[in-house]
């Protein structure tokens, strides 16, 4: 038993458990066919104990991804009792309201036996290229958003079932992507369960229980020292989010209560649920609110269960915030990852040095290409790109930077590679980032044009994206000027997000995301800083002249 544990023991142990993880998400590197996994990187792999608790992830995860993991681990047990498990049992599921809130999220997990005991779970989430349905926010219901997969044995003491796994190719556009990156999960989770054996082996343990406990409560109480820095009190904000559907807003509503080492986030007053695919389920809400207090409270701790003790977090059931089954989910994005910004909002005259500004990276912006080559073969390309971070009391906000979802913005190639389509430019927007002491990070223009010689497509593409302030710009903090919003041109005509629309051969497509609000007075930017911002086309002469001053 791990009983005693001197502290050089506890630190290998964590270091080799952390390492475990990270070989986790390099497997997936290795084995996944999709793009939106391997380029985006839109995936999460973790190690829980045999409880459910989260043990370790890896440096490289999304906040909604180990939310929802962790969440479906606390209600799989009443699904399929831990102790009725056994070796080769490999459980599947994408129930939004089980797991990371829309349906393309998978988990795949397996229980870890050793010495004839349940000792862990190894598990990993990808967002799928495709999961059937509809593409559309306009959805009333979860039932038009395609394929849904209740708990279910994907394999029984090691033999697959492959009735599940053809359901599964017969729902999606793309069946050899999605199948094989089903297995690409088993294929970790194999990897890692590997892994946790070799090393209990060379412990010489008989579970982790006792350094996970070690784990959990040091990392608790660092926690919640940390939060006692902040002072106790009831902060509260708000924030109109746009719905992508024109002129519609959602309200959200923050009162977060710290008192002695305990924050407690409650969104009362929220907006309820709506019948369009912007809604989020709990564990959702929960994952990014988390994420958020604890980026402020103590950002380098790890992430793993005596992390999550400190928080509560509540949202009336039925609200946008907590909406009930079976509410459209797919776009949750365009609403929940605002919920770091409504944290930082709550907290900023607190500790306003530990804020950033609104950023033009919330909410990620999403896209889905749907179509076929020109030989009749079908694609689905999901390339993902961010505005730019808030600027903070001591740096600019970073350019293009997928905040807070935490994946990467695609390569071009990807997208050349995987669909007929051509990407004509990518660059960063000159002027796009919030003025200020420290300047907001930058947006980028994403230019598609779809061909109109031999490597045209067989017919139309369907293009539907979620986004988000096209009409309400990241603002600044501490004096700091806004970033600019976003804009979507088809053929130089503006068009909104969250519906479809036909892209044919020869039309031309125009992205242009948000940029980051900036932080503290402009004309206190640094000059000669400015003066190679001018020179290398990142900021105007004119605006360098009349917003930051500068030549006065």
């Given at each position: 038993?791990?009983?005693?544990?001197?502290?050089?023991?506890?630190?290998?142990?964590?270091?080799?458990?952390?390492?475990?993880a990270?070989?986790?998400?390099?497997?997936?590197?290795?084995?996944?066919?999709?793009?939106?996994?391997?380029?985006?990187?839109?995936?999460?792999?973790?190690?829980?104990?045999?409880?459910?608790?989260?043990?370790?992830?890896?440096g490289?995860v999304?906040?909604?991804?180990?939310?929802?993991?962790?969440a479906?681990?606390?209600?799989l047990?009443?699904?399929f009792?831990?102790?009725?498990?056994?070796?080769?049992?490999?459980?599947?599921?994408?129930?939004?309201?089980?797991m990371?809130?829309?349906?393309?999220?998978?988990?795949?997990?397996?229980?870890?036996?050793?010495?004839?005991?349940?000792?862990?779970?190894?598990?990993?989430?990808?967002?799928?290229?495709?999961?059937?349905?509809?593409?559309?926010?306009?959805?009333?219901?979860?039932?038009?958003?395609?394929?849904?997969?209740?708990?279910?044995?994907?394999?029984?003491?090691?033999?697959?079932?492959?009735?599940?796994?053809?359901?599964i190719?017969?729902?999606v556009?793309?069946?050899?992507?999605?199948?094989?990156?089903?297995?690409?999960?088993?294929?970790?989770i194999?990897?890692?369960?590997?892994?946790?054996?070799?090393?209990?082996?060379?412990?010489?343990w008989?579970?982790?229980?006792?350094?996970?406990?070690?784990?959990?409560?040091?990392?608790?109480?660092?926690?919640?020292?940390?939060?006692?820095?902040?002072?106790?009190?009831?902060y509260?904000a708000?924030?109109?989010i746009?719905?992508?559907?024109?002129?519609?807003?959602?309200?959200?509503?923050?009162?977060?209560?710290?008192?002695?080492?305990?924050?407690?986030?409650?969104?009362?007053?929220?907006?309820?649920?709506?019948?369009?695919?912007?809604?989020?389920?709990?564990?959702?809400?929960?994952?990014?609110?988390?994420?958020?207090?604890?980026?402020?409270?103590?950002?380098?701790?790890?992430?793993?269960?005596?992390?999550?003790?400190?928080?509560?977090?509540?949202?009336?059931?039925?609200?946008?915030?907590?909406?009930?089954?079976?509410?459209?989910?797919?776009?949750?994005?365009s609403?929940?990852?605002?919920i770091?910004?409504?944290?930082?909002?709550?907290?900023?005259?607190?500790?306003?040095?530990?804020?950033?500004?609104?950023?033009?990276?919330?909410?990620?912006?999403?896209?889905?290409?749907?179509?076929?080559?020109?030989?009749?073969?079908?694609?689905?390309?999901?390339?993902?790109?961010?505005?730019?971070?808030?600027?903070?009391a001591?740096?600019?906000?970073?350019s293009?930077?997928?905040f807070?979802?935490?994946?990467?913005?695609?390569?071009?190639?990807?997208?050349?590679?995987?669909?007929p389509?051509?990407?004509?430019?990518?660059?960063?927007?000159?002027?796009?980032?919030?003025?200020?002491?420290?300047?907001?990070g930058?947006?980028?223009?994403?230019?598609?044009?779809?061909?109109?010689?031999?490597?045209?497509?067989?017919?139309?593409i369907?293009?539907?994206?979620?986004?988000?302030?096209?009409?309400?710009?990241?603002?600044?903090l501490?004096?700091?000027g806004?970033?600019?919003p976003?804009?979507?041109?088809?053929?130089?005509?503006?068009?909104?997000?969250?519906?479809?629309?036909?892209?044919?051969?020869?039309?031309?497509?125009?992205?242009?995301?948000?940029?980051?609000?900036?932080?503290?007075?402009?004309?206190?930017?640094?000059?000669?800083?400015?003066?190679?911002?001018?020179?290398?086309?990142?900021?105007?002469?004119?605006?360098?002249?009349?917003?930051?001053?500068?030549?006065?």
């Amino acid at each position: 038993m791990a009983e005693g544990l001197g502290a050089l023991e506890l630190e290998t142990a964590w270091s080799r458990l952390a390492s475990i993880a990270e070989e986790a998400d390099a497997s997936v590197m290795r084995t996944a066919f999709s793009s939106i996994i391997r380029d985006s990187h839109d995936y999460s792999c973790a190690i829980y104990d045999g409880r459910g608790h989260l043990i370790s992830q890896p440096g490289f995860v999304t906040p909604g991804h180990l939310g929802g993991m962790t969440a479906a681990m606390r209600t799989l047990n009443d699904h399929f009792p831990f102790a009725t498990l056994k070796d080769g049992d490999v459980i599947i599921t994408n129930d939004p309201w089980i797991m990371s809130g829309h349906l393309p999220d998978i988990l795949v997990t397996a229980p870890v036996f050793w010495r004839q005991r349940l000792v862990a779970f190894a598990a990993c989430v990808f967002h799928h290229q495709d999961i059937g349905g509809r593409l559309g926010l306009d959805n009333r219901e979860v039932f038009e958003e395609g394929l849904q997969l209740p708990p279910s044995m994907l394999y029984r003491q090691g033999e697959p079932n492959e009735d599940l796994l053809r359901v599964i190719g017969a729902n999606v556009r793309v069946p050899d992507l999605v199948v094989n990156d089903v297995r690409s999960q088993v294929a970790t989770i194999h990897l890692t369960a590997g892994r946790l054996r070799g090393f209990l082996e060379e412990m010489g343990w008989d579970d982790l229980e006792a350094v996970a406990d070690e784990i959990y409560d040091r990392t608790e109480s660092a926690l919640r020292r940390a939060i006692r820095e902040i002072p106790d009190g009831i902060y509260a904000a708000e924030a109109p989010i746009e719905t992508g559907d024109g002129d519609g807003t959602i309200m959200l509503r923050l009162a977060l209560e710290i008192s002695d080492g305990e924050m407690i986030a409650d969104f009362a007053g929220s907006d309820g649920q709506v019948e369009r695919g912007i809604n989020c389920v709990l564990n959702y809400t929960a994952a990014y609110c988390m994420f958020a207090m604890k980026s402020i409270a103590a950002p380098f701790l790890p992430n793993n269960h005596g992390a999550m003790r400190p928080f509560t977090i509540r949202a009336p059931a039925g609200s946008i915030l907590n909406a009930r089954h079976p509410a459209a989910v797919v776009g949750r994005t365009s609403i929940g990852q605002f919920i770091p910004e409504l944290v930082y909002r709550a907290l900023a005259k607190a500790v306003p040095e530990r804020i950033i500004a609104d950023s033009g990276s919330m909410p990620l912006w999403w896209l889905t290409l749907s179509g076929r080559h020109g030989d009749g073969r079908p694609f689905v390309v999901g390339p993902m790109f961010s505005g730019g971070l808030g600027a903070r009391a001591t740096s600019d906000g970073v350019s293009c930077l997928t905040f807070p979802a935490n994946i990467k913005n695609n390569p071009v190639e990807m997208v050349e590679t995987d669909s007929p389509l051509l990407v004509e430019r990518r660059e960063y927007l000159p002027d796009s980032g919030g003025p200020g002491r420290y300047r907001g990070g930058l947006g980028q223009e994403f230019v598609l044009r779809v061909p109109d010689d031999e490597t045209a497509p067989d017919g139309a593409i369907v293009e539907f994206l979620i986004a988000g302030r096209l009409f309400r710009q990241a603002t600044g903090l501490q004096g700091g000027g806004d970033g600019s919003p976003g804009a979507v041109l088809l053929n130089g005509r503006e068009i909104g997000w969250g519906q479809p629309y036909l892209l044919r051969p020869g039309d031309r497509i125009v992205y242009r995301t948000p940029g980051g609000g900036g932080y503290g007075d402009p004309s206190l930017r640094d000059r000669d800083l400015l003066a190679r911002e001018v020179a290398d086309g990142l900021v105007g002469e004119a605006t360098a002249r009349e917003v930051f001053g500068a030549g006065d």
